[in-house]
């Protein structure tokens, strides 16, 4: 079967995402993928795929991609390029759109260029027999023309280290990441997070349709708006009675004056039309799970509170003491003790070996402080193979994981769990005390910067300062 040659364009960002979405798409809609050339962190993949149809299928759900090219040339330097295309030309590459409405769009990586300069690189491209009109707006074809200057944006060479051209065959799910904006979302809460990384979370965790999905941490749903619109069907539980039926202080700071109003999960559902996707959402104690035996999940997807904006708190007290129900009160609020970050992945790699289908997959976020982080923290289960451990940094010396298991066998009574990962309080106060201290020295370098500026301004002037 003949394949193709096709160029991934990626958006620099989430870079170790990449290789484990493109991988795990590509699994559930069975597109063979053969590499040209190993992936790196370099912002493209060259792979060679079986048909249009199959890249199409795999940038529409891609969202750390931004377009997907049909490779026409690819060399180190730009008269190389030119040359190259031409001998195309001659043998009747452009043939089969050279009649079409087109437009040539250019990017450099790394580097900038003025809208002179633009026009410049694309008024290079002269020589190729188009006959179409120019549309800029609703083209038939598109073209790209790709100038690679590195990495480093400190050192970027005068000329470009690689080029690229090619046709345009489909753009990325890209736009969904601004569907989904949390500035225009019905109901969000403080620790919602982003649509591009609950969406990353679905394509990771292989959601298709039918799938039953699970977040045990539900929180606002987001991750359930995410999986909901890749054909999951989705429900969450959570310990906290006021965030599930939107009873919370508003999020937003316009509006924090006003109680909310008609603001849930399932209202977020119906404002992106996935309503029919949505089982419920229930409140509840991840650490005494209420399941029957005979439930199983597709998916499992989990960003468990880390002491920082919310709590890490189970049912419990540190007492004996009876449960007291207020007269009147038509619901008891139990007390809490803490719940710590190494006992919450335990529970929850346990709850999952015996609830997770076969082959499906857990994923959840841990923080970590990256001077001190170590692979051998991180959870092990030995029902639980780690296929993903991919990294988004937050602060200088604050990042979390996103850690992807895949099941591969079914729980036994001499199964193993270990976790070395810090207790949240203890992240919790190294967070605040290394962030009490950067801000300290920051303080101290901008004194010391100014005092200088006035020993150098009062020695200019020949005035003693004391």
Request: charged share 25%; aromatic share 10%; glycine share 4%.
């Amino acid at each position: 079967m003949k394949r193709f040659q096709y160029l991934l364009w990626f958006a620099h960002e989430h870079v170790s995402f990449r290789l484990h979405e493109i991988e795990a798409i590509a699994s559930v809609l069975k597109i063979p993928i053969k590499w040209i050339e190993p992936p790196s962190d370099k912002p493209w993949y060259l792979v060679e795929l079986p048909s249009e149809e199959a890249v199409q299928k795999l940038s529409a759900r891609s969202v750390t991609m931004r377009r997907a090219i049909h490779l026409w040339a690819d060399e180190p330097t730009v008269p190389r390029l030119h040359a190259s295309l031409k001998e195309k030309c001659l043998n009747g590459l452009l043939e089969p759109y050279k009649l079409k409405s087109f437009k040539v769009d250019v990017d450099l990586f790394c580097n900038s260029q003025t809208q002179e300069e633009k026009l410049e690189r694309i008024e290079s491209f002269s020589y190729m027999p188009f006959q179409g009109h120019v549309d800029l707006k609703n083209p038939d074809v598109t073209f790209q023309y790709i100038e690679y200057y590195g990495l480093d944006p400190k050192i970027v060479p005068e000329n470009p280290t690689r080029t690229f051209f090619g046709r345009v065959v489909s753009e990325s799910g890209r736009p969904l990441i601004h569907e989904l904006s949390l500035k225009k979302r019905t109901f969000i809460g403080n620790t919602s997070m982003d649509p591009q990384l609950s969406l990353l979370m679905a394509n990771l965790g292989k959601v298709s349709n039918g799938d039953l999905v699970l977040d045990p941490f539900v929180g606002s749903g987001s991750l359930l708006v995410a999986a909901a619109k890749f054909g999951g069907h989705v429900i969450g539980t959570d310990i906290d009675f006021l965030m599930l039926h939107g009873r919370t202080r508003p999020t937003r700071k316009q509006t924090r004056h006003i109680a909310r109003k008609d603001e849930s999960i399932e209202a977020n559902m119906v404002q992106y039309s996935c309503v029919d996707k949505y089982i419920d959402v229930i409140v509840a104690d991840s650490a005494l799970p209420f399941w029957r035996s005979d439930v199983e999940f597709d998916c499992i997807l989990a960003d468990p509170p880390y002491g920082i904006r919310e709590p890490t708190e189970r049912i419990g007290s540190k007492e004996s003491l009876p449960i007291i129900k207020k007269e009147g009160s038509p619901v008891h609020f139990p007390s809490k003790i803490e719940y710590g970050l190494n006992e919450i992945i335990k529970d929850l790699m346990w709850f999952s070996s015996k609830h997770l289908k076969l082959h499906g997959r857990l994923l959840f976020w841990v923080p970590v402080f990256r001077q001190d982080y170590n692979d051998a923290q991180m959870a092990r289960h030995s029902c639980f193979k780690l296929i993903g451990n991919c990294e988004q940094v937050l602060t200088t010396f604050t990042a979390r994981r996103l850690l992807v298991y895949e099941k591969i066998k079914m729980p036994q009574d001499t199964d193993e769990c270990s976790s070395a990962i810090p207790a949240a309080s203890t992240f919790r106060e190294k967070y605040f005390t290394h962030g009490d201290e950067h801000r300290l020295t920051r303080k101290q370098k901008k004194a010391e910067a100014a005092k200088n500026k006035e020993m150098w301004f009062a020695k200019l002037n020949n005035v003693n300062v004391k």
